[in-house]
Structure formats: C-alpha cells, structure tokens
C-alpha cells in the first residue's frame, strides 16, 4: 500500500507527515518528522519525530 504524503509548517518548522492505509493489511500507520530544521521538537514530540500504528477496521 502506498502512502500519502504531506508537508505542513507549523512557527517556521516544516513538519512532513506520512499516512499508510492499512499497512501490511492490518494496520494505520501515521508519522510525522520536523524536516527543517532536522529533528526539532514539536508539540507531539521532544525528538522530531513520532509515529502511531492503530489496527485497520
């Protein structure tokens, strides 16, 4: 499955954010990255970078 993907900036920090549908056929799969500059902290995440995997309904 492919992924859609997005780019957004939020206060001068460009966040990319990547959705996979049901990934492997069973699973959401979400991440989201501070892209520039590299690693910055975000709100969701002190690292920069933060990912969620949820069972597909």
Do not use: F
């Amino acid at each position: 499955m492919e992924s859609k993907n997005y780019e957004i900036e939020w206060q001068g920090i460009k966040i990319s954010i990547a959705h996979t549908h049901k990934r492997w056929g069973v699973i959401e799969h979400l991440e989201v990255r501070s892209i520039d500059p590299p690693k910055a902290p975000i709100p969701i995440t002190d690292t920069g970078y933060r990912q969620a995997i949820n069972r597909a309904c």
